[in-house]
């Protein structure tokens, strides 16, 4: 289901026919293995993402699809693996073959303002196939290009960007290190700030390998009858979390767990409103897998400009039936601990299962995937126009799980009325939809199931 501010809303584009755009200079031609952490079967997936620009009327007017095709030219010179193709070796090990093919480009226009878009800009968006044309032959992973970017003008003289990226090759920092380089060439620069470091060695296996530790997020489970979530009649809704909803769920936990993030306490309320809404039996086993950046837990830290994946996936495990009868606090607290499980260390320790292990991919049955992108910095990619009026991904999903609805993201916007929140996209089927926004507003709301002026919750 669209957004209200989205029904009805049909729009042509018309494109030019994709090229690619290659590095400015000449490159070296070498190969570039990933890390062990990278070329995990989880990472091989394509990573879409919008960016929503207004026309700035202060300033020298300027094409932005040619500016920012030069641009990408001048920054691939320095990111030159992105222009390069994926091969893999014996063992499934993935390698940047850096042949400067380039990425490619879409030049695109649209009928529309941005203005019709609405005042607020979330996902699903609509039409969002033509804003980021699946260009046949080029979603594969290997022998593939590494990133597709349309510009599509609009008629108020605003534009749109869409990409999407290999999630093998960086993860959303590392992407973003990226555009914002992009961004400084589009500016006039004639180097990124921040010079691109490859070392993905430092996060390869070790010898000997050590695995001593379950890994329960990838674990094997032979019984697939338990997937709760069937594929017909899905829903799709983003929900928009006011700081006052954060503020109300952490007053109704016990003292000794109000200091939790609010990543956390969300995260505890929206697995316990969606295990409700599918109502899956009393005895299912339940999985709540958080994906939880390591990049600032390496000592020594990782050398400044690193833009390989960092993240990785820490699970919580419990049967719906005690989700059902526990308070908030118990998920929460389960949480908790999952997250904590992310450190350095247990990152090497899923770099030496991926080669152990032939790089298995984690276990989404059953389970709800999220991921905090609330300080990414998609906002922060100024190309000349100012910073987006959205940016971030365009629609949940981590590889074949975009399709189950099993997975969710989190991204700070801001309201109709340009209040700061996080807008979180859910998919689920039509009536379990239903079930879970009821769920979510009576939790916003507290123990007063009348007094709806509590909670800021809004379906958008």
Request: glycine letters at 8%; a neutral charge.
């Amino acid at each position: 289901m669209a957004p209200d501010n989205y029904d009805c809303l049909t729009f042509a584009v018309r494109r030019h026919d994709p090229m690619l755009i290659r590095p400015a200079e000449s490159i070296p031609h070498e190969y570039k293995r990933l890390s062990d952490i990278d070329d995990q079967d989880t990472f091989r997936f394509q990573v879409p993402v919008i960016q929503f620009y207004a026309h700035d009327s202060s300033a020298v007017p300027r094409d932005p699809a040619p500016v920012i095709r030069e641009a990408l030219a001048k920054a691939l010179v320095y990111y030159y693996p992105l222009a390069g193709r994926l091969r893999e070796l014996p063992g499934r090990k993935l390698v940047v073959d850096c042949t400067g093919e380039g990425v490619l480009f879409i030049e695109a226009d649209a009928d529309i303002t941005l203005e019709q878009f609405g005042d607020a800009l979330q996902p699903p968006f609509p039409s969002f196939e033509e804003l980021l044309y699946d260009v046949p032959g080029s979603a594969g992973i290997v022998d593939s290009p590494l990133l597709l970017v349309q510009v599509t003008r609009l008629k108020c003289g605003g534009f749109i960007l869409a990409l999407r990226w290999n999630h093998a090759m960086s993860d959303a920092p590392g992407m973003i290190q990226f555009m914002k380089a992009v961004g400084e060439m589009a500016r006039g620069g004639a180097a990124p700030s921040v010079l691109p470091v490859w070392r993905r060695e430092l996060l390869e296996a070790r010898n000997p390998l050590q695995v001593m530790y379950a890994h329960r997020e990838y674990d094997e489970l032979p019984d697939m009858k338990g997937t709760v979530v069937p594929l017909d009649h899905m829903s799709q809704r983003s929900f928009f979390i006011c700081p006052s909803d954060i503020a109300s769920l952490r007053l109704s936990l016990p003292p000794h767990l109000r200091g939790c993030s609010s990543f956390e306490i969300l995260t505890a309320c929206l697995w316990r409103c969606r295990t409700i809404a599918i109502s899956p039996a009393p005895d299912e086993e339940m999985r709540l897998i958080c994906i939880v950046s390591c990049r600032d837990k390496f000592n020594p830290p990782l050398p400044r400009g690193f833009y390989g994946n960092t993240a990785v996936f820490t699970v919580a495990i419990t049967t719906a039936g005690e989700l059902y009868a526990n308070s908030l606090g118990y998920t929460l607290e389960l949480i908790m601990k999952a997250k904590a499980c992310a450190t350095e260390e247990y990152l090497r320790l899923v770099a030496d299962l991926m080669v152990a292990r032939g790089r298995p991919h984690i276990m989404a049955v059953r389970g709800f995937i999220v991921t905090d992108l609330t300080r990414a910095g998609f906002v922060d990619v100024n190309l000349g126009w100012g910073k987006p009026k959205y940016g971030g991904l365009a629609k949940g999903g981590i590889g074949a799980e975009l399709a189950l609805g099993s997975s969710s993201f989190y991204m700070s916007v801001q309201d109709r009325k340009g209040k700061g929140g996080i807008i979180v996209p859910i998919c689920l089927p039509a009536t379990a939809m239903i079930r879970f926004g009821c769920e979510l507003e009576g939790a916003l709301r507290g123990s007063d199931p009348t007094n709806k002026s509590k909670s800021g919750l809004s379906s958008l």
